[in-house]
């Protein structure tokens, strides 16, 4: 083979790995959203104000553990999806694998929005769950 034909394989696999890069990004950045969104809007629901009137007060009625397993699993997967984000990024741009920085600082951005928006069950919840994922991410890597 060549070396103009190498380059040129070379140019086209980027091209793709570039496409995949940023695919995968918009679509981990979506989910991080939509989780962030659908928490917000339940933390809204549950105020005294709105909660009469909110899907909240109908999920309370029908379950009163309902509300706390479904705001919990709303942050934890905002936590998934952002690390991932952040995996992807940091490996992409720099070509290094994240390290134990950003893992914990995601954690805990996670767990305080999590306890300051819901309560302290959800974000002791949140913290436990998210670092069984983080342990699982640590289990992969060998």
């Known amino acids: 083979m060549s070396p103009k034909s190498r380059s040129v394989l070379d140019t086209v696999s980027d091209t793709i790995e570039k496409k995949e890069f940023v695919r995968s990004t918009i679509i981990t950045v979506i989910f991080s959203l939509v989780f962030l969104i ?3 809007a339940f933390w809204y629901w549950s105020t005294p104000d709105v909660i009469d009137t909110s899907p909240v007060n109908w999920l309370l ?3 009163s553990f309902l ?4 705001e919990t699993l709303l942050m934890v ?5 952002l690390i991932t984000t952040i995996i992807n990024s940091k490996l992409y741009f720099s070509e290094i694998r994240a390290g134990w920085l950003e893992i914990i600082f995601t954690l805990i951005l ?3 929005i999590s306890w300051a928006m819901f309560d302290s069950n959800v974000g002791i919840a949140t913290l436990v769950i998210s670092i069984g994922f983080v342990v699982y991410l640590f289990m992969l890597q060998d």
């Open 110 to 112: 996670a767990t305080a």
């Open 61 to 63: 009625e029908t379950n």
């Open 77 to 81: 997967g905002f936590f998934i999806a």
């Open 67 to 70: 509300v706390p397993v479904i």
């Open 38 to 40: 659908l928490g917000v």
